[in-house]
C-alpha cells in the first residue's frame, strides 16, 4: 500500500471492498467488513510494513493499543504486519486465553484452514524459534493434503469431481475408513472455511456405519450471488438460495463415487450353509437365502451360528428365543475393559518400528501426551516433521492402523482436556483413550468368525461389567423370546 492507503486502513471501516449496496449480495472477495487490522491494532502493539508492487520503498507505521507512535520510510518489499503483546491494553481480556500450547494448537488449526483453501500458496509458522510449521506452494489440492496430512492418510480417502457451476470437489473417507471422532472434517465454499449442516448432512447419510464418522475434505465453487456469507459475524455460516439443488449435487456426487464403481464389479458368494435339517442356499444370483425347511430354536451348544451381512450373527438362545449380535460392538466393549483394567498390555518392542505422519496439530498433542500412549503400552518417538517412529505397541494392536489410532487419540485428547461428553457420560481421559483403541481394533465387517472364536467373543463378553452396550452406549446384543416373537407375527 502507498503511505496514505497504509495510515488509512489503521482505522475502523475504511478497507471494504463493497462499492454498492448490490455488492454485499455477489461477493467475490475473502472479506469486506475492513475491521481486522484495526482491531487487532486496538488490543496489541502493531507494525505494519508495506510497498506497493513494483516498488523498492515503502512506509513503517508503529501503534500502541490503535495510538500511532511512529511512521517513517523503508525499503521493503510486500507487507509484513507483525502484533505483539496481544492484550497489553485489556488484562481482563488476556485472561481469557488458554496456555500458550493450546492457542498455539488454535493457530495451528487456522493456518492449516487456510492452507487448505489456498494450496498454491506457501504458508511457515515459528513458535519459540522453532519451526512449527513448513509447507510450500502446491500445484494441486491432492499435493496440498499429501503436504499436510501424508500418504498414507490420502490413502484412505476417495477423490470425487462433480458438476460445473455450482460445482464441487472432495476427498472423503473410503467405506471401511471411518473414525471414532469428528476430526478432519471441512467445508469450504467459494475458498472460504464454513460451518454447513445440510452439507455435513449429505457426507453422513451417504455412509452406511452408524455411529462412525467420515474425513471430508469439501471444496465448493458456487456463483457469489446464491450463497449469503453474511449470517455470522465469524463468516462461518451461510444460508444458500437454493439448498436442496446443493444438497443433491453432494449427495448424488458422493453416492455415485462410493458405491455405483465398486457396487458393479461385486460377484455374489458361493455359499451355502446347513445345520439340523436346515439349508441356506442362494437364490440364482441374488444373493438372497431361503430356508428350506422348518427350523427348530431349542437351544444346542453345537449349532452354528448364522451371520447376517458382516457384522451380525444369531443364535438361538436356553429359552428357546432368539438373540442377535453386533459383532464389532461386542469386541469393542471387551477391549475397552481390557485397556481400562490394564489386561494384556504388555508392549512387545517392534523389530521395524513403523514411521506414522501427522497433522501439525495432532503431533503437537501426542507428543505433549506420550506418557498416556505408554500406559496402553504404546511407545512413540519423535522422529520431526510430524513424524513418529511407533517403537513398541500391545501385541493386540499388531495389525491395527496406527495412523488412525493416533489421530483418534489426538482428537480424543483434546476433547477430553476439556471435558469429553458422550452417550449422557463425561469421559476421564483414560476412558476416551481407552475407546478410540478399543474401537480401532475391534472386529470390522468383512472379517467373519468361526464358530469358537464366536464362542469365546460370547464368554469374553458376558465377563464383562456392562456387556449389554459398546463404550459409546449402542447396544451389543439384542434379544427376543418365543413370546417376543409370537407377538411380532400377531400369534397368541
Not at 229 to 247: A, C, G, M, W
Not at 378 to 403: C, K
Request: charged share 25%.
Amino acid at each position: 500500500m502507498q503511505r496514505e492507503d497504509a495510515l488509512l486502513s489503521l482505522q475502523r471501516h475504511t478497507t471494504s471492498k463493497i462499492t454498492n449496496e448490490e455488492g454485499l449480495f455477489d461477493i467475490k472477495t475473502m472479506g469486506f467488513r475492513g475491521e481486522a487490522l484495526p482491531s487487532i491494532a486496538s488490543v496489541s502493539r502493531l507494525l505494519l510494513i508495506t510497498a506497493p508492487k513494483g516498488m523498492k520503498y515503502g512506509v513503517s507505521i508503529e501503534t500502541e493499543g490503535s495510538r500511532i507512535i511512529n511512521v517513517k520510510d523503508i525499503a521493503t518489499v510486500g507487507t509484513t504486519v507483525e502484533a505483539r503483546d496481544l492484550f497489553f491494553n485489556t488484562p481482563p481480556r488476556r485472561k481469557f486465553l488458554k496456555t500458550d500450547r493450546t492457542e498455539l494448537i488454535h493457530i495451528v488449526e487456522t493456518l492449516t484452514r487456510l492452507s487448505l483453501s489456498h494450496p498454491h500458496i506457501g504458508f511457515s509458522l515459528k513458535a519459540d524459534d522453532l519451526d512449527m510449521m513448513d509447507i510450500p506452494n502446491a500445484s494441486t489440492l491432492k499435493e496440498r493434503l499429501m503436504q499436510v496430512y501424508g500418504a498414507e492418510f490420502l490413502d484412505g480417502l476417495i477423490e470425487i469431481n462433480s458438476g460445473d457451476v455450482p460445482s464441487f470437489r472432495a476427498f472423503m473417507s473410503k467405506k471401511d475408513n471411518l473414525r471414532e471422532t469428528r476430526s478432519h472434517q471441512y467445508i469450504f465454499i467459494n475458498r472460504r472455511p464454513v460451518r454447513e449442516q445440510s452439507i455435513t448432512h449429505a457426507v453422513y447419510s451417504s455412509y452406511d456405519q452408524t455411529g462412525r464418522h467420515p474425513i471430508f475434505f469439501v471444496f465448493l465453487e458456487i456463483k457469489p450471488s446464491m450463497v449469503d456469507f453474511n449470517v455470522h459475524p465469524t463468516k462461518q455460516e451461510v444460508r444458500f438460495s437454493d439448498k436442496d439443488l446443493i444438497y443433491r449435487l453432494i449427495k448424488e456426487g458422493i453416492m455415485e463415487k462410493l458405491y455405483l464403481k465398486t457396487e458393479s464389479t461385486q460377484k455374489p458368494a458361493e455359499t451355502s450353509v446347513s445345520f439340523s435339517g436346515t439349508s441356506f442356499s442362494e437364490e440364482g444370483l441374488s444373493g438372497v437365502y431361503r430356508i428350506e425347511e422348518a427350523l427348530s430354536l431349542r437351544y444346542n451348544i453345537d449349532l452354528p451360528f448364522i451371520y447376517l451381512g458382516d457384522s451380525f450373527v444369531a443364535f438361538s438362545d436356553e429359552a428357546g428365543g432368539i438373540t442377535l449380535i453386533d459383532v464389532h460392538a461386542a469386541h469393542e466393549r471387551i477391549l475397552y475393559e481390557k485397556l481400562l483394567k490394564g489386561v494384556n498390555l504388555e508392549s512387545v518392542e517392534m523389530l521395524f518400528p513403523s514411521q506414522v505422519k501427522l497433522s501439525t496439530k495432532e503431533y503437537m498433542v501426542i507428543l505433549k501426551h506420550m506418557e498416556i500412549l505408554r500406559d496402553f503400552g504404546i511407545v512413540v518417538e519423535d522422529f520431526g516433521h510430524e513424524s513418529l517412529l511407533i517403537r513398541s505397541l500391545p501385541l493386540a494392536l499388531s495389525q491395527a492402523d496406527l495412523r488412525g489410532i493416533l489421530s483418534d487419540i489426538s482428537s480424543v485428547i483434546s476433547q477430553a482436556e476439556t471435558g469429553y461428553e458422550t452417550s449422557g457420560m463425561l469421559w476421564s481421559l483414560k476412558d476416551a483413550v481407552s475407546a478410540s483403541i478399543a474401537c480401532h481394533n475391534s472386529i470390522r465387517g468383512k472379517r467373519l468368525l468361526d464358530q469358537d472364536e464366536l464362542r469365546a467373543l460370547l464368554r469374553d463378553l458376558n465377563d464383562t461389567e456392562h456387556p449389554e452396550t459398546c463404550p459409546h452406549g449402542r447396544p451389543t446384543r439384542v434379544s427376543y423370546s418365543l413370546d417376543d416373537l409370537k407377538k411380532l407375527f400377531k400369534r397368541k
